[in-house]
């Protein structure tokens, strides 16, 4: 079994960053892809980032182009979430997830994921 843990949450102020980590253990050779969603409550899981495992080619959503980047040091099995100028609206519970193969975007594509880090971003 694939295990992600995700890592690097916490209270921040609006306009601050924050670096999430996802470690992945287990038999993850399959996987394709790596992808950030956000879940606020009430609301749907939203895609955010993801990365090609092999390759490394990277794919955002609209909203967090320019000050979102997302990585992964295939060495560590670990995939990054770099964040910057957070916003309140971002507030959500951030969860990894690991798939092999089909559309990046779309989250049940995903076979796996973590237990999620929570991000609160205050006013």
């Known amino acids: 079994q694939v295990q992600l843990v995700e890592s690097g949450g916490g209270l921040v102020q609006a306009g601050d960053s924050l670096r999430l980590s996802c470690v992945a253990s287990?038999?993850?050779?399959?996987?394709?892809?790596v992808a950030w969603f956000r879940q606020a409550p009430g609301k749907e899981r939203e895609f955010v980032a993801a990365v090609k495992w092999g390759g490394g080619l990277t794919y955002y959503a609209d909203s967090g182009k320019g000050r979102f980047t997302i990585s992964r040091d295939n060495a560590k099995n670990t995939v990054y979430l770099q964040m910057n100028s957070l916003k309140p609206k971002e507030t959500a519970v951030y969860c990894c997830?690991?798939?092999?193969?089909?559309?990046?975007?779309?989250?049940?594509?995903?076979?796996?994921w973590g237990r999620g880090t929570q991000v609160t971003v205050s006013s």
């Open positions: 997830a690991a798939n092999a193969g089909g559309d990046r975007k779309k989250d049940y594509n995903y076979d796996y």
């Open positions: 287990g038999r993850a050779f399959s996987t394709a892809s």
